[in-house]
């Protein structure tokens, strides 16, 4: 492993893993993005969303927490639901149910003194897997909808790839060492270089119905946001003890750390663009 500084460049093989699922899964997500009908998107979603929702579970019972993981997969999944066939949606009954279901489900079985932290980790995997990537499904819906999936996806995806590897060649200052020793100021600010070239770029080629500064605009705070994202995942990586979610994508393990930024880039591209641009 070469070393520069205090930096690390990617291990060869990792970042030759890391492209080669990103060869296989990124045309199929591109398929399903584009040609694919909003139920075949949906079920990608529910899928992704399940998966993750197991992963996130099994960090909080790697922590010694006992969630209540059939509830948190059950709500995580009728939040995805409710986003592709509710009209109108049930999401101001899901809400109360979600918070209020896990809690008395809990308090009836459990006698320790984790119950409290138990419901916060049921319920809080509910809404960061299930309710934060469910606005994938509305973003889709929108005039342009495959565009702007597109955007919110690829200028994420570039953010992250950007900071990973200015960061690890040539980081050298630690924003915050306690919770993520990794994440460097150097890469942070090619991660929002990149998003922001990233934005502009795919808004060329796409031509959506938004000006320069707006999608420059839009391009950094994905990349700040996707930057916020990856730290929660580290936080909860760190309290479940484990150096990976998963280890279902090569190169870069589960699907949880897959989606860290993602969950949360979705739903600012969705309130950015029905607050602002439609």
């Not at 990124?26 to 075949?40: D, E, N, S, T, V």
């Not at 200052?173 to 942070?188: A, D, F, L, M, Y």
């Not at 990349?223 to 190169?251: H, N, Q, Y």
């Amino acid at each position: 492993m070469e070393v520069k500084g205090l930096g690390v460049v990617p291990e060869r093989s990792q970042l030759r893993q890391r492209l080669l699922s990103a060869a296989v899964f990124i045309p199929i997500l591109l398929l399903i993005i584009w040609f694919g009908p909003l139920w075949l998107f949906s079920l990608l979603i529910a899928a992704v969303a399940l998966l993750g929702a197991i992963e996130f579970y099994r960090l909080a019972t790697h922590g010694g927490w006992q969630p209540s993981v059939v509830l948190g997969v059950a709500f995580t999944l009728f939040f995805i639901a409710d986003a592709y066939f509710a009209e109108p949606r049930a999401t101001e009954i899901l809400i109360p149910t979600a918070v209020a279901l896990p809690l008395l489900w809990l308090l009836l079985r459990s006698r320790g003194e984790k119950t409290l932290a138990n419901w916060l980790w049921t319920v809080g995997g509910i809404f960061y897997i299930g309710w934060m990537l469910g606005h994938f499904i509305p973003l889709r819906e929108l005039e342009q909808g495959r565009d702007w999936v597109i955007l919110a996806l690829f200028t994420t995806f570039a953010a992250d790839s950007g900071a990973y590897l200015i960061g690890r060649a040539w980081g050298r200052h630690s924003v915050v060492p306690k919770i993520s020793p990794g994440k460097t100021w150097e890469g942070t600010f090619a991660g929002l270089i990149a998003g922001i070239a990233a934005a502009i770029a795919l808004n060329a080629i796409l031509g959506l119905p938004i000006s320069y500064w707006q999608v420059s605009l839009l391009g950094f705070l994905i990349a700040a946001v996707a930057f916020v994202g990856d730290l929660v995942e580290s936080m909860l990586k760190r309290k479940g003890g484990v150096k990976d979610a998963g280890r279902l994508i090569p190169g870069h393990g589960g699907i949880l750390d897959r989606l860290d930024s993602v969950v949360f880039t979705v739903v600012l591209v969705y309130y950015y663009v029905v607050w602002f641009i439609v």
